[in-house]
C-alpha cells in the first residue's frame, strides 16, 4: 500500500525543518513551509515548495500557535502535518485539532502522546510492561510534604521532575531534606510557566550513570528497536555529544534495554518513531526508565548513520498508512557515530547565546561526514528560539575512527559572525575520560568545566 500523503507543511523551523524538506521530496511529496517574520529569510523557506507565514517572531506567536498552523495547512492544502521536534510535537491538544481538521499528524496518537507525555503514567506504564524503573513516587505529588515523605523512605538525594517537564526544565536534584520544600516551589513555578502544568514527581537519583536512550519505530502493530545512543555528554541536563552504539554496552545489555523499549512501546499501540530513555548504572549493569519523546530527536542522524535507516521517511511512510517493513532481524548496526551540537553561544561565558549574522560559513566534508543544518553565508540567526546551529555526524569504522573523523571536521568548521561551541567539543573530545568513554551525566560540570580543586575533590 502506498502512501496517502501528497503535501505536509512543515510546522517547525532550522535544521529540522530542512531535513524533513529533503526527506519529502525523497519520496515526492510537495511541502508548505510555515514561518514566522524573523525567519522569512531562512533556508528552509527557500528550499519548500511553498511557503506561509503564520505569525510574529516570537514563538507563543507563531511555531506554538496550533489554530494558525492548522489554518495555514488547511489554506495550502496540505494532507499532513510534521511537528518536527519541540514546540508543538508532544502536545497531544495539536495532534487532535489535526485529526478533527482532517489532517494527518506526523507523530503517534493524541491518546499515545498524552500518556507518555505524562512523566508519572509513563512510569505506571513501564512497570505494567515489566520495564524497570527508579525507586520515587507512585504517581504525581500533591505537595512538597508527600515529597518529603516520599524521599526519606528512599533516601537523598533525590530527583524533582516535572511530570510535563523537558529539556532539563522543572527539574531539581535535593540533597538533604531541608532544601526540599524550596527546591519543589520552585521547580513547580518553572515547569508551570514552561508546560502549563506544575505537577511533579520524584525518583532516587544516582550518580555517575550513563544516559541510553533506544530508538524505536512501530506502525501500531509492529515495534523494532534501532539499537542505542548514549546521549552521557551533558550540561545542566542538555545532551552536547550524542553516539551510538554506546561504548560501554555489550550484546547481551543491548538486548535486554532493546527488548524492554519495545516492550512499553508494543503495550501502548505505538505508532510512528520514538525513543524511549534509560538511565544505566555501569558499576550493577542494571538500568530504569526516565521516559519516552514521542517524536523524531535531534540526535536521530547517530542511528541512522549506523543502521542506514531514514527515520523522517520511516515516519512519513507510517503516517501515510504504511505498513513497518521492517523486521527486528534486519536491523544491523555497523561502525560507529558520533554527533555534536553546534550551538550559536560562547562557552567562555557560561554558555551564553550569541545570535547574530553568519558573515562566512564552511561546512565540512570527506570521508565518513554528514552536517545538518540551516546555515548560510549572510543568515542572520534570530534570537528568538534555540541556539542550535546544525549538528556536525562524524561515522568511522569504529569508534577511534570516528572521533578522529570528527575532531577533522571540528577543525575544518567555520561559522564566522557568532561564537559557536565548535572549540569546547574539539577540547571535550581530546580528553582522555572521552576517548576512554569514563564519562557520566554530571562530568561536563563536575570534572570537564569544574575548578581543578573542586575537580580533585
Known sequence: MGSTIKRVLVANRGEIAVRIIRACRELGIETVQAYSQADADSLAVAMADRRVCIGYPRASDSYLNARALVSAALVQGADAIHPGYGFLSE???????????????????AEVIRQMGDKARARELARQAGVPTTPGSQGVLGDAEQALAVAQRIGYPVLLKA???GGGRGMRVVNQAQALPGAFA???????????????YLEKFLTRVRHIEIQVLGDGQQVVHLGERDCSTQRRNQKLIEESPSP????????????????????????SAGTMEFILDPRTREFY??????????????????????LVKEQLRIAGGEPLGLRQQDVQLRGHAIECRI???????NFMPTPGTISAYHAPGGPGIRIDSHLYSGYTVPPYYDSLLGKLIA???DRAEAIARMQRALAELRVDGVHTTAAFHRRLLDTAAFRDADIHTRFIEEEFLAPPAAAAA
Open 248 to 271: 560501554i554496552l555489550d550484546e547481551a545489555l543491548r538486548q535486554r534495554i532493546g527488548e524492554a523499549a519495545v516492550a512499553l512501546a508494543r503495550l501502548v499501540g505505538y505508532r
Open 343 to 349: 550551538n550559536a553561544e560562547d562557552a567562555e561565558r
Open 163 to 165: 511530570v510535563a517537564g
Open 395 to 397: 561515522w568511522g569504522s
Open 289 to 310: 526508565f526516565m521516559e519516552m519523546n514521542t517524536r523524531i530527536q535531534v540526535e536521530h542522524p547517530v542511528t541512522e548513520l549506523v543502521t542506514g535507516i531514514d
Open 186 to 200: 520552585e521547580a513547580s513555578r518553572e515547569a508551570r510557566m514552561a508546560f502549563g502544568d506544575g505537577s511533579m
Open 91 to 109: 502536545r497531544a491538544e495539536f495532534a487532535e485539532l489535526c485529526a478533527e481538521q482532517g489532517l494527518v499528524f506526523i507523530g503517534p496518537s
